[in-house]
C-alpha cells in the first residue's frame, strides 16, 4: 500500500500547481490594440487681433481620419486674467477644422489643441507609413504647442475690400475682387413657361459706362416703316416695324455665363430637311457663343442646342470651386455641355449614365 502513496501525492501536487497557475498567469493569446502617437496643431489668424474682432482658430490632428469622419477636439484658451474657456470642436476628414473666436480683453491670450484619447471604430489608413490601422486601434492623447494671441485695443485691418469699377471694365472678373459679385450674374434660363422672359432687378444694373450694344441685336428691318407715296405704301402711315421682343423674346432661352452669350439659331418649332438631317424632323440643331462686351463670335456649332444653363458649386474638404454648364434636354436624353468662357466649343464628348440618358460634356480649348 505505501507504494502507492507517493505517485498519488505528486499527483495531487500537480493538479493544485496547474490550477493555480490557471488563476494566476494573465492571459496572452489577446492582442494588444495598436497604440498611435497623435500630434496636434493649433494656429490663429488675425495674430494680432482688436479687441472684439474675429479671430479664425485653427486646430486639429494631423492624422486625417476616414472619409465622413471626425476627431474630437478641445481649445483651450487661458484669458490675460487667468480665466480659461474650452472650446469643444469636431474636425472634418481631412483631421482640421476653424473655430471663430472673439476675444474680450486686451493682453496675451494662450491657445492649445488638446486631444483626448480616441479609440477608432473603422480601419484607416495611415498615408505616411502606407500602414492600415484596423478598428479598436487607440489615438493617444496629445497638446499641441502653446500659441500666443496677441490682443490689442486697436483694432487691426481687414483684407481691404475693391469698390464696384468707375470705368470700363471687361471680364473675367479676378475672384480676389469679392464686391464685383453683385454685376457678374448669370442669365442661366427663362423665367416663364412661355417664350417671354421677365428679368427683375433691372433698375439694379451697374452704372459704370459700358458698350450697351457690340452687335446688331436683331437680324430683321426695323425702324420705320415709311407711307404717303413711298416704297412702303401709303396704308403703312407712320408705323414701325415690330420689334419681336415685346412678349416672344429674341431668341429661345438665351443664356448668359461669365459675359458670353450662349444662344440657339433657330426656334424648336421649326422643321428642317431631313435630306440633310436624316431621322430629324423638329428642333435644328445651331448655338452661337457670343462675347457681350466686343460682340465677338467666339464659336459656333451646328450640331447641338441648349436649353439651359446650370452653374454647379462644388464644395469638398480637399477642393472648392463652380463648373459652368450649358445643358441640352430632349426628353429622353439629357446632355449637358460645359464651355470655359474663352473656348472655342470644339471638343466634344459623350458619358452615358443609362441605357436612355447621356451625359455629353463640352470642353473649350
Known amino acids: 500500500m505505501r507504494k502507492n502513496v507517493k505517485p498519488l501525492t505528486v499527483m495531487a501536487f500537480l493538479l493544485a500547481v496547474l490550477t493555480i497557475s490557471a488563476f494566476a498567469m494573465p492571459e496572452v493569446s489577446a492582442q494588444q490594440p495598436i497604440r498611435k502617437k497623435t500630434f496636434p496643431y493649433i494656429n490663429a489668424i488675425p495674430n494680432p487681433v482688436g479687441v472684439g474682432q474675429e479671430v479664425l482658430i485653427h486646430t486639429g490632428e494631423l492624422t486625417p481620419h476616414a472619409h465622413g469622419y471626425g476627431w474630437d477636439v478641445e481649445v483651450i484658451i487661458?484669458?490675460?486674467?487667468?480665466?480659461?474657456?474650452?472650446?469643444?470642436?469636431?474636425?472634418?476628414?481631412?483631421?482640421g477644422t476653424g473655430v471663430v473666436y472673439k476675444p474680450d480683453q486686451k493682453g496675451i491670450y494662450k491657445l492649445q489643441t488638446h486631444f483626448p484619447e480616441q479609440t477608432i471604430t473603422i480601419p484607416l489608413f495611415l498615408w505616411e507609413a502606407a500602414t492600415l490601422l484596423p478598428p479598436g486601434s487607440i489615438m493617444e492623447e496629445g497638446y499641441s504647442d502653446v500659441l500666443e494671441l496677441v490682443v490689442q485695443e486697436e483694432p487691426v485691418p481687414?483684407?481691404?475690400?475693391?469698390?464696384?469699377?468707375?470705368?470700363?471694365?471687361?471680364?473675367?472678373?479676378d475672384s480676389q475682387l469679392r464686391e464685383w459679385n453683385v454685376i457678374?450674374?448669370?442669365?442661366?434660363?427663362?423665367?416663364?413657361?412661355?417664350?417671354?422672359?421677365?428679368?427683375?432687378?433691372?433698375?439694379?444694373?451697374?452704372?459704370?459706362p459700358h458698350i450697351l450694344w457690340a452687335k446688331t441685336l436683331r437680324g430683321d428691318i426695323g425702324a420705320l416703316v415709311g407711307g404717303g407715296g413711298?416704297?412702303?405704301?401709303?396704308?403703312?402711315?407712320?408705323?414701325?416695324?415690330?420689334?419681336?421682343?415685346?412678349?416672344?423674346?429674341?431668341?429661345?432661352?438665351?443664356?448668359?455665363?461669365?459675359?458670353?452669350?450662349?444662344?440657339?439659331?433657330?426656334?424648336?418649332?421649326?422643321?428642317?430637311?431631313?435630306?440633310?438631317?436624316?431621322g430629324a424632323y423638329s428642333t435644328p440643331p445651331g448655338v452661337v457663343?457670343?462675347?457681350?462686351?466686343?460682340?465677338?463670335?467666339?464659336?459656333?456649332r451646328d450640331d447641338i442646342r441648349v436649353?439651359?444653363?446650370?452653374?454647379?458649386?462644388?464644395?469638398?474638404?480637399?477642393?472648392?470651386?463652380?463648373?459652368?454648364?450649358?445643358?441640352?434636354?430632349?426628353?429622353?436624353?439629357?446632355?449637358?455641355f460645359t464651355e470655359p468662357p474663352q473656348g472655342d466649343g470644339s471638343s466634344l464628348s459623350k458619358m452615358c449614365l443609362q441605357a436612355a440618358t447621356c451625359i455629353s460634356v463640352l470642353m473649350g480649348k
Open 230 to 278: 413711298g416704297v412702303g405704301g401709303g396704308e403703312y402711315d407712320a408705323h414701325g416695324y415690330k420689334t419681336g421682343d415685346a412678349y416672344e423674346g429674341e431668341w429661345l432661352n438665351p443664356i448668359i455665363i461669365s459675359g458670353v452669350l450662349y444662344y440657339n439659331k433657330y426656334w424648336s418649332a421649326l422643321t428642317y430637311d431631313t435630306e440633310i438631317y436624316p
Open 307 to 336: 436649353s439651359f444653363g446650370q452653374i454647379y458649386e462644388y464644395d469638398s474638404p480637399n477642393q472648392h470651386g463652380a463648373i459652368a454648364y450649358l445643358v441640352e434636354d430632349t426628353g429622353m436624353v439629357y446632355g449637358s
Open 184 to 208: 457678374g450674374g448669370n442669365w442661366l434660363y427663362r423665367t416663364g413657361p412661355y417664350r417671354n422672359v421677365f428679368a427683375p432687378n433691372n433698375d439694379y444694373a451697374p452704372e459704370a
Open 158 to 173: 481687414i483684407y481691404p475690400g475693391h469698390p464696384l469699377p468707375s470705368e470700363y471694365w471687361v471680364r473675367p472678373i
Open 78 to 95: 487661458t484669458k490675460p486674467d487667468g480665466t480659461k474657456e474650452t472650446i469643444h470642436a469636431k474636425t472634418d476628414s481631412t483631421g
Open 289 to 300: 457663343a457670343v462675347d457681350l462686351h466686343t460682340g465677338e463670335v467666339l464659336w459656333e
